[in-house]
């Protein structure tokens, strides 16, 4: 079965950077579209950014859109999501997906990382 496992979180200040990795272990994650998704306290999970099996097609949330990048390395079998200009309401647990099939945001992905811990705070 695939494993996923999320790997860069941390804490931060406002405005700083951070790179989120997405590994898997067994499989190739090249066959699979990627999702990153968070979870803050107290509120529901939605979905971030997402990038198809080829990486030609990418997705972001409005709330993230030109501050976090999403990418592909499928011969080092990690998908990476660049986040940029970080902001307090960035604060979530962040979780990757995988799925054969593409969903978008769609919280529809089969196989879910355990996630990793971004704290933006002054």
């Known amino acids: 079965q695939l494993q996923l496992v999320e790997s860069g979180g941390g804490l931060v200040q406002p405005g700083e950077s951070l790179r989120l990795s997405c590994a898997a272990s067994?499989?190739?994650?090249?066959?699979?579209?990627i999702g990153w998704f968070r979870q803050a306290p107290g509120k529901e999970r939605e979905g971030v950014s997402s990038?198809?099996?080829?990486?030609?097609?990418?997705k972001y949330a409005n709330s993230v859109k030109g501050r976090f990048t999403i990418s592909r390395d499928n011969a080092k079998n990690t998908v990476f999501l660049q986040m940029n200009r970080l902001k307090p309401e960035d604060t979530a647990v962040y979780y990757c997906?995988?799925?054969?099939?593409?969903?978008?945001?769609?919280?529809?992905?089969?196989?879910w990382g355990q996630g990793t811990q971004v704290t933006v705070s002054s």
């Open positions: 990038i198809s099996r080829s990486g030609g097609i990418t």
């Open positions: 997906a995988a799925d054969p099939e593409y969903y978008g945001l769609e919280y529809r992905y089969h196989y």
């Open positions: 067994g499989f190739s994650l090249g066959v699979y579209a």
